[in-house]
T-cell receptor, first 114, second 116 residues
Framework: GDSVTQMEGPVTLSEEAFLTINCTYT??????LFWYVQYPGEGLQLLLK?????DKGSNKGFEATYRKETTSFHLEKGSVQVSDSAVYFC?????????????FGSGTQLTVLP | NAGVTQTPKFRVLKTGQSMTLLCAQD?????MYWYRQDPGMGLRLIHY???????AKGEVPDGYNVSRLKKQNFLLGLESAAPSQTSVYFC???????????????FGSGTQLSVL
């Protein structure tokens, strides 16, 4: 079945450091790929997405490129801020019958120190 | 904008007790979902609904029941709570999950459930 593997956390960085959170996936077809973010005490929010190979999703300074050849969707940000401290989830969506369901990775906790 | 609202936010149960978690959305979404979030395991789908009056099993449905009597509400029930059901429960909704650019889930803020 479909699966998503994320780098294990927690990740601790200093403000303005470069961030990479690795994500690889296993799917039988051509999934859509997502990054969701969960700030403390809140539900998940969509951060960015890509629906086909070589697409780049971007939002709030974060970027991720859909790499079909390496089945990866790594999240990057050039300069993190304290406000980026959250849990980041990689996810994929692939059709099954009449409904497409999201499969989530286990999440990566990011803490940014001032 | 209320979005997706879950009640209650916290609950403590004793083993064998029953309870219902309520999810309400005001975005006229067709699809609704219940997930549980456990440390190191991400989110796992319990049950979902593709429209009023319909429900379907997800990845981890055992021990839970759901109902979607109204389009805006999706209820998750635990008939006889067990310690293994201690978790954070998230409800979500979406307009559709078809292969379109509108794929996006809106999440509630979660319910922390402890079963003693």
């Amino acid at each position: 079945g479909d699966s998503v593997t994320q780098m294990e956390g927690p990740v601790t960085l200093s403000e303005e450091a470069f961030l990479t959170i690795n994500c690889t996936y296993t799917a039988t077809g051509y999934p859509s790929l997502f990054w969701y973010v969960q700030y403390p005490g809140e539900g998940l929010q969509l951060l960015l997405k890509a629906t086909k190979a070589d697409d780049k999703g971007s939002n709030k300074g974060f970027e991720a490129t859909y790499r079909k050849e390496t089945t990866s969707f790594h999240l990057e940000k050039g300069s993190v801020q304290v406000s980026d401290s959250a849990v980041y989830f990689c996810a994929l969506s692939e059709g099954r019958g009449s409904a497409r369901q999201l499969t989530f990775g286990s999440g990566t906790q990011l803490t940014v120190l001032p | 904008n209320a979005g997706v609202t879950q009640t209650p936010k916290f609950r403590v149960l004793k083993t064998g007790q029953s309870m219902t978690l309520l999810c309400a959305q005001d975005m006229n979404h067709e699809y609704m979902y219940w997930y549980r979030q456990d440390p190191g395991m991400g989110l796992r789908l319990i049950h979902y609904s593709v429209g009023e009056g319909t429900t379907a099993k997800g990845e981890v449905p055992d021990g839970y029941n759901v109902s979607r009597l109204k389009k805006q509400n999706f209820l998750l029930g635990l008939e006889s709570a067990a310690p293994s059901q201690t978790s954070v429960y998230f409800c979500a909704s979406s307009y559709s999950l078809g292969h379109t650019s509108n794929e996006k889930l809106f999440f509630g803020s979660g319910t922390q459930l402890s079963v003693l």
